[in-house]
Nanobody
């Protein structure tokens, strides 16, 4: 059974930092592209960052230069370091795993709330 468990969310003031963690189990982690998505109230879920097994990363334009995605394959962990947080970063953040082709199976975590407010 695949499980993705996020942690690290919370309330933070604008300009501060937060690090999200996602622990994966039930998959061959090193073969999966790992990503963070977020969904703000009334908005569609959007990709924040993705890190591929080979190390390539992609970021949403809105977080480039502020957020960093990293992974520790030996621990089956993926992280999202969020710096210079803004109120518009407030959302539920979800961990996502996508397996290699041809199956390309997808899995989601339950989400963790991040609130940026003074």
């Amino acid at each position: 059974q695949v499980q993705l468990v996020e942690s690290g969310g919370g309330l933070v003031q604008p300009g501060n930092s937060l690090r999200l963690s996602c622990a994966a189990s039930g998959i061959i982690f090193s073969r999966y592209a790992m990503a963070w998505y977020r969904q703000a109230p009334g908005k569609q879920r959007e990709l924040v960052a993705r890190r591929y097994p080979g190390g390539t990363t992609t970021y949403a334009d809105s977080v480039k230069g502020r957020f960093t995605i990293s992974r520790e394959d030996a621990k089956n962990m993926v992280y999202l370091q969020m710096n210079s947080l803004k109120p518009e970063d407030t959302a539920v953040y979800y961990c996502h795993a996508r397996g290699p082709p041809p199956m390309s199976s997808e899995h989601w975590g339950q989400g963790t709330q991040v609130t940026v407010s003074s």
